[in-house]
């Protein structure tokens, strides 16, 4: 599972807020660098996200065109040797 947009952007508030309010230093450096992962990750996802919707959009474009089936272009060939068995004979 990969997280979201939203879920890393809450992570890195949380991580934030803790070392805003924490009195130690190892304890600040290390919420500011989980923060900045959480920073990094949110990009990454927001990426994925947005891939995702693209993606689905173009799939539904593509569903909703109007493209012919090929039996509905069974026998409309111009070459001799194509369309209907019966034809040919």
């Known amino acids: 599972m990969q997280p979201t947009t939203a879920f890393c952007r809450d992570r890195e508030a949380h991580h934030h807020a803790l070392a805003r309010t924490t009195n130690l230093d190892n304890v600040r450096l290390v919420a500011n660098a989980a923060a900045a992962a959480w920073a990094k990750?949110?990009?990454a996802?927001?990426?994925?996200?947005?891939?995702?919707?693209?993606?689905?959009?173009?799939?539904?474009?593509?569903?909703?065109?109007?493209?012919?089936?090929?039996?509905?272009?069974?026998?409309?060939?111009?070459?001799?040797?194509?369309?209907h068995a019966a034809a040919a004979v």
Do not use: I
């Not at 947005?50 to 039996?71: I, M, Q, V, W, Y």
């Open 41 to 43: 990750e949110g990009v």
């Open 45 to 83: 996802a927001g990426l994925r996200e947005d891939r995702k919707l693209r993606t689905r959009a173009f799939a539904e474009a593509c569903a909703a065109a109007s493209e012919p089936t090929p039996s509905d272009l069974h026998g409309l060939s111009e070459n001799p040797d194509r369309g």
